[in-house]
């Protein structure tokens, strides 16, 4: 297994769809921050700007929600490449359990995630240093680093357990347009008026008032999720759970009774 993980290490950090969307979401965190609040001064010289705090630029990795389609772009990639390649055949077939290669990816992409999850709080953070500086925004220590760093590990998760449908798709059932799509609409939100759908037919057909499925969704608690606020916390810890124990078994089972080509 140790093995099997420096490969996909090696392989993760030299692949050019990694460094290209983190660099993206690093770079354009910084331009679209600092170019959206100096237009803002330009056009309204005088609207008083909201302080940034410290606790707003870790918990918002992503400064369009929508540049988290760049990680799910980059994990299916890493994902798909070894089997579009062939290289999977050649190193399955050494293996007593060929599936030992999907725990070593899902390892691999654990690391992935945090580091593109740090990489934007980090420019998002240094955009706000930035502004400060130049005097258009007050930048403060609200004193919750520490609540939103928790945040941010529990936005790990859910991206996990994001990650595991992703490779589900990608891996289990081979298909890397179909997690492509499922990326793009996960990383829009599109999701959204569907659960919002289903849980009004949820409440017509149980007699239940304000259920919301969205609670229980992955995506959903991703933007939601808040230990400063004390807000579904519980929720993205057993969600998270769940969602990878059910598709990382799902992915296993498939792939281990699939044909290796």
């Not at 030299?14 to 056009?43: D, E, W, Y």
């Not at 580091?115 to 007050?138: C, E, P, W």
């Not at 004193?143 to 992703?166: E, N, P, R, V, Y």
């Not at 057993?238 to 281990?256: E, G, N, P, Y």
Request: charged share 10%; glycine share 8%.
């Amino acid at each position: 297994m140790a093995n099997l993980i420096r490969m996909d290490l090696r392989r993760m950090f030299r692949s050019p769809m990694f460094f290209i969307s983190l660099a993206v979401i690093g770079v354009f965190n910084i331009l679209l921050n600092v170019g959206f609040t100096a237009a803002a001064r330009f056009f309204v010289p005088t609207e008083v700007m909201p302080p940034a705090t410290l606790t707003s630029s870790i918990v918002s990795p992503f400064y369009l929600p929508f540049f988290i389609i760049l990680m799910f772009a980059s994990l299916v990639s890493f994902s798909y490449a070894d089997i579009a390649n062939g290289y999977i055949k050649n190193i399955a077939g050494q293996l007593p359990h060929k599936s030992s290669t999907i725990i070593s990816k899902f390892i691999v992409i654990g690391l992935h995630n945090l580091l593109f999850l740090a990489v934007g709080s980090l420019t998002n953070t240094l955009g706000n240093l930035m502004l400060s500086g130049m005097g258009m925004i007050h930048f403060v220590n609200d004193g919750m680093a520490l609540q939103a760093i928790l945040t941010l590990l529990l936005k790990w998760m859910l991206s996990m357990a994001l990650a595991s449908i992703l490779m589900f798709v990608t891996i289990g059932i081979k298909n890397k347009i179909l997690a492509s799509i499922v990326g793009v609409i996960i990383g829009t939100g599109s999701l959204g008026l569907a659960y919002m759908g289903l849980s009004t037919a949820a409440d017509t057909v149980f007699r239940t008032d304000g259920f919301d499925l969205g609670e229980f969704m992955p995506d959903t608690l991703f933007n939601a999720v808040s230990v400063g606020t004390n807000t579904a916390v519980i929720n993205a810890v057993i969600v998270s759970l769940v969602c990878i124990a059910i598709f990382m078994t799902l992915t296993v089972k498939v792939f281990d009774k699939s044909d290796v080509k």
